[in-house]
């Protein structure tokens, strides 16, 4: 997993500044769990079959009502086969939905959990990246989310692609560690050429006063430069 540290006011592509290990066992859980799995799931991608991992990331998303919940998608089409957009509905209307019988019948009833409900699965000494999807909207509900749940600060990681998102979540909760994600594009007519660069990286993640950050694995894209 690419992953650049502003530790000390330099930017360096390796492993999270957790530890190598922490890298390595975070890197198995994304190369077994590539389908989504739904909350039921969850809980044993921590503490059950695949246990020696570290960490877990989860998506999270507003409702129309200012309830946090943990869905990738913006939409929930895919996964409930009813068009509704997570910004639009409240969290009542949300938890009539089925979001679980599209993996498997055995999934089936299963409703959108609370950011709340993900956090209380994190056992002591296991870490969650939670990535914020929506604009800084969100931070002052993750605020009182984060300060009520039973997790020490440390292990927390918050990540997001969206800049304005991040510096609220600097602003707002600096107690926390805070990863900027970014992707990669190719730079037309200069196929070996990508778009941000290693300044622009070190700029932006700078700026946003960022501990880290995300970049996709994309090794093909990781250069010496970088």
């Not at 910004?87 to 089925?98: A, G, I």
């Not at 805070?178 to 990669?184: A, V, Y």
């Amino acid at each position: 997993i690419p992953h650049f540290s502003t530790e000390k006011g330099v930017l360096a592509v390796g492993r999270p500044h957790t530890g190598g290990q922490f890298a390595r066992r975070v890197a198995t859980l994304n190369a077994q769990l590539e389908l989504e799995i739904t909350y039921a799931e969850r809980e044993d991608a921590v503490v059950g079959p695949l246990r020696g991992c570290d960490a877990v990331e989860g998506d999270f998303r507003l409702t129309r009502d200012g309830i946090i919940v943990c869905i990738h998608d913006a939409n929930t089409q895919r996964t409930t086969g009813i068009d509704k957009e997570i910004s639009e509905v409240s969290f009542s209307s949300l938890q009539k939905l089925d979001f679980g019988a599209w993996k498997d019948a055995r999934f089936a009833g299963e409703a959108c959990p609370t950011i709340d409900e993900v956090l209380a699965t994190v056992p002591p000494h296991r870490h969650i990246f939670i990535e914020l999807q929506t604009g800084p909207e969100i931070i002052q509900p993750l605020k009182t989310s984060l300060h009520k749940s039973s997790l020490l600060k440390e292990q927390i990681i918050l990540i997001t692609f969206n800049k304005e998102t991040a510096n609220q979540c600097k602003r707002f909760l600096p107690e926390y560690r805070l990863h900027w994600l970014t992707e990669f594009q190719r730079l037309e007519n200069k196929p070996n050429s990508w778009f941000p660069s290693a300044k622009e990286l070190a700029t932006t993640a700078h700026g946003i006063g960022a501990d880290g950050g995300g970049l996709q694995a994309k090794r093909h894209a990781v250069t010496q430069q970088l």
